[in-house]
């Protein structure tokens, strides 16, 4: 078939004997169809040479083909891997991503978003934790029509608009994991003040502690921000108690890392002498020596499944990603019996 000119989404729509709607949801990789008709559009976008114009729909939409992701996160892996999920989820489609930092501190913390979204003019947004804790902000992208997915250790918003794990839970089973290797003196490096997961994570170990009939001295509680550096103060602290504690849970692998730096320090074997749990799964768990036990953090598909949700066309609200993620003890070398 020839043709002059630049073909358009009309023409394919007509050779095909489909709406535009069907090419569009073609193009936009839409679970929808079926694969007779996807087959069918496709070999006429191929025929016909088309080439879907993002700009063009950017300007009759008011909006680019941008998708972005909002954090105020210490912790570079932790944005690293939801850059990681994002990005599978726009591959293939004709958006793009593009990340902006922001201070949750500040008191210009709205406007500076307000102004980050109108100037981009963003197709939708993933708001990481704990940014998206704050409901005003889910608020703000509200009023200005951006789409927006919250993601977090709890669910924060209605299925459309979230993605969360069940952190709680995750970290109550990993400290039944330590009771179950008879430790009864168990530390606990908690995660930054004012964050969901800090607070979930926190409870979880608090729950498997009263469970199991035991009490937690405020003593064994050590505060931390993520961070190896963290990791590193609390672990001097806890294994300053007399008595030590035997096992160290971590609300996240880079503190684990810290405390096992402090355990080396002090001559102390790990597990030998002290049993170490993470949360996260990230690289460092199974790099560092012991590997370590851990809870996996399934952020990855928490991020993909969050992209899927924003660029999903009107009406197809029936197809839903999934908005839970559960997480799952990852059992390595790092946790050892109680010798009696």
């Known amino acids: 078939m020839r ?22 949801r073609v193009i936009n990789q839409s679970p929808l169809l079926n694969q007779e008709t996807r087959a069918k559009v496709e070999a006429v976008i191929g ?25 105020d996160n210490p912790n570079a892996q932790t944005v690293m891997n939801v850059q990681q999920g994002m990005l599978e989820g726009l591959r293939d489609t004709e958006f793009e991503m593009v990340v902006r930092p922001l ?30 804790e704050n409901d005003s902000v889910a608020k703000l992208c509200e009023q ?39 430790h009864r003196l168990i530390g606990f490096v908690a995660g930054p003040h004012g964050f969901r997961s800090a607070r979930e994570r926190r409870l979880g170990f608090e729950e498997a502690i009263a469970a199991a009939g035991l009490k937690l001295p405020r003593s064994l509680i050590a505060d931390g921000n993520y961070t190896f550096e963290s990791g590193l103060n609390a672990g001097e602290r806890l294994l300053d108690l007399m008595p030590r504690p035997t096992a160290v849970f971590s609300s996240n692998d880079e503190m684990a890392a810290g405390v096992i730096h402090a355990a080396r320090q002090r001559g102390l074997d790990v597990p030998r002498d002290l049993s170490v749990v993470g949360f996260d ?54 946790v050892a019996t109680l010798a009696s």
């Open 144 to 182: 200005i029509g951006c789409r927006y997915v919250r993601m977090g250790s709890a669910e924060l918003d209605d299925p459309q608009h979230s993605v969360a794990s069940n952190d709680r839970e995750a970290v109550r089973a990993a400290t039944e994991h330590l009771l179950g290797h008879g």
């Open 103 to 132: 201070d949750r501190g500040s008191a210009t913390m709205l406007e500076d978003l307000r102004h980050f979204l109108e100037r981009q003019r963003l197709f939708g947004v993933l708001l990481m934790p704990p940014v998206s």
């Open 3 to 24: 043709k002059t000119g630049q073909p358009t989404i009309n023409d394919v729509a007509r050779v095909a004997g489909v709406s535009k709607k069907t090419v569009s």
């Open 281 to 334: 799964d990230t690289p460092i768990a199974a790099h560092i020596w012991p590997p370590l036990t851990t809870v996996r953090w399934p952020i990855a598909s928490m991020a993909r499944s969050a992209a899927l949700k924003l660029i999903a066309e009107e009406g197809e609200s029936e197809v839903r990603e999934p908005s839970l993620f559960p997480s799952t003890l990852i059992r390595r070398a790092s």
């Open 47 to 71: 025929e016909l040479g088309y080439i879907p114009n993002p700009q063009a729909r950017a300007l009759a939409l008011r909006r680019n083909f941008l998708i972005g992701l909002v954090h």
